[in-house]
């Protein structure tokens, strides 16, 4: 049991650390941020916190709406809310890649960005120990809609979460236009590709993790 969550654990941390550099690269992409970038972005500018700090605080308010939507809450949610934050700040902190000056470089940057972090979502969902804060919210979404792929349920998603981005004052621009709606249609490629249907996952909760673990102790 210990062995097998740890695998787990380390495979939804890995693709929550590769959702963090796509979010990275979409700040470095310099045309305007993702709806949530651009959320995060306007809630550290409002507030004494940092980018990261700040979507860790989202995090946690998602996790609230998800728990009314009946959503499993478990240790990718937990994994989620800490390392996407400081995934972040690490990246940002690093400067691996520059900030970009030009549209083509900057849109080249937004669209590896927004592959990457689908790859990552793919990655750490495949770990069935529940969604992050956002993907579990959208997941939830997704099964209240099942006529619309999952790509355009994120597209809704995503166009509220662009408008309380604006009213704080998060940098919006052409490429917060294109991720909008980039987003949504890279996913569904990439899920496609991978065969993969979020919304068909089992995910393991927090309490039968408990459950599971000291099941595994009186062994």
Same mark, same amino acid.
């Given at each position: 049991?210990?062995?097998?969550?740890?695998?787990?654990?380390?495979?939804?941390?890995?693709?929550?650390?590769?959702?963090?550099?796509?979010?990275? +690269?979409?700040?470095? #992409?310099?045309?305007?941020?993702? !709806?949530?970038? $651009?959320?995060?972005? *306007? %809630?550290?500018?409002? @507030? /004494?916190?940092?980018?990261?700090?700040?979507?860790?605080?989202?995090?946690?308010?998602?996790?609230?709406?998800?728990?009314?939507?009946?959503?499993?809450?478990?240790?990718?949610?937990?994994?989620?809310?800490?390392?996407?934050?400081?995934?972040?700040?690490?990246?940002?902190?690093?400067?691996?890649?520059?900030?970009?000056?030009?549209?083509?470089?900057?849109?080249?940057?937004?669209?590896?960005?927004?592959?990457?972090?689908?790859?990552?979502?793919? +990655?750490?969902?495949? #770990?069935?120990?529940?969604?992050? !804060?956002?993907? $579990?919210?959208?997941? *939830? %979404?997704?099964?209240? @809609? /099942?006529?619309?792929?999952?790509?355009?349920?994120?597209?809704?998603?995503?166009?509220?979460?662009?408008?309380?981005?604006?009213?704080?004052?998060?940098?919006?621009?052409?490429?917060?236009?294109?991720?909008?709606?980039?987003?949504?249609?890279?996913?569904?490629?990439?899920?496609?590709?991978?065969?993969?249907?979020?919304?068909?996952?089992?995910?393991?909760?927090?309490?039968?993790?408990?459950?599971?673990?000291?099941?595994?102790?009186?062994?």
């Amino acid at each position: 049991f210990l062995l097998d969550r740890i695998k787990r654990s380390l495979l939804a941390s890995a693709g929550l650390l590769l959702f963090a550099f796509g979010f990275y +690269l979409q700040l470095a #992409a310099n045309i305007g941020l993702s !709806p949530w970038t $651009a959320l995060n972005q *306007g %809630l550290s500018n409002h @507030l /004494p916190i940092t980018f990261g700090q700040a979507s860790s605080m989202v995090s946690v308010l998602i996790v609230c709406l998800d728990l009314l939507m009946k959503e499993t809450i478990g240790i990718g949610t937990i994994l989620d809310a800490l390392l996407v934050g400081w995934g972040s700040d690490l990246f940002i902190a690093l400067e691996l890649v520059p900030y970009q000056s030009g549209f083509l470089p900057g849109l080249a940057i937004l669209v590896i960005g927004l592959a990457i972090s689908c790859v990552g979502q793919w +990655l750490y969902m495949l #770990a069935g120990l529940s969604c992050g !804060p956002r993907d $579990a919210f959208l997941v *939830g %979404l997704g099964k209240r @809609l /099942p006529r619309l792929p999952i790509g355009r349920v994120n597209i809704l998603l995503n166009l509220m979460v662009a408008v309380v981005a604006f009213l704080l004052g998060g940098q919006i621009g052409l490429g917060t236009i294109i991720a909008l709606f980039g987003t949504g249609i890279i996913m569904d490629i990439v899920f496609k590709i991978v065969r993969f249907e979020p919304r068909n996952v089992t995910h393991e909760g927090l309490l039968e993790t408990i459950s599971e673990f000291m099941k595994a102790l009186k062994v």
